[in-house]
């Protein structure tokens, strides 16, 4: 079973950039997805970006033109950069990798606390 594990997280200034990593115990390039998710306090988990096993990337309406995912297959690690960042992207970011099958892992999570 493929392991993900999230770092990068911290707090930050309103208007500040963090960038948030995700690597895997095993091959993202095999995924037919990978995405970031986040979750504010009590609240239901929400999809931030992902990206296909084609290339192709999709936003969710309030980070798009702010957040950049990516990943680099040779390291198998998924990246968000995040611009611009203001106070309500605070959460904790999680990772996920769908293999498809009924197969999806979760990383545990990296806290984002962005200052006004």
């Known amino acids: 079973q493929v392991q993900l594990v999230e770092s990068g997280g911290g707090l930050v200034q309103a208007g500040g950039s963090l960038r948030l990593s995700c690597a895997a115990s095993?091959?993202?390039?095999?995924?037919?997805?990978m995405g970031w998710y986040r979750q504010h306090p009590g609240k239901q988990r929400e999809l931030v970006a992902t990206i296909v096993s084609g290339g192709g990337t999709i936003y969710a309406g309030s980070v798009k033109g702010r957040f950049t995912i990516s990943t680099d297959n040779s390291k198998n690690t998924m990246y968000l950069q995040m611009n611009s960042l203001r106070p309500e992207d605070t959460a904790v970011y999680y990772c996920?990798?769908?293999?498809?099958?009924?197969?999806?892992?979760w990383g545990q999570g990296t806290q984002v606390t962005v200052s006004s």
């Open positions: 095993g091959s993202i390039s095999s995924s037919i997805a």
């Open positions: 996920n990798a769908d293999y498809g099958i009924g197969m999806s892992v």
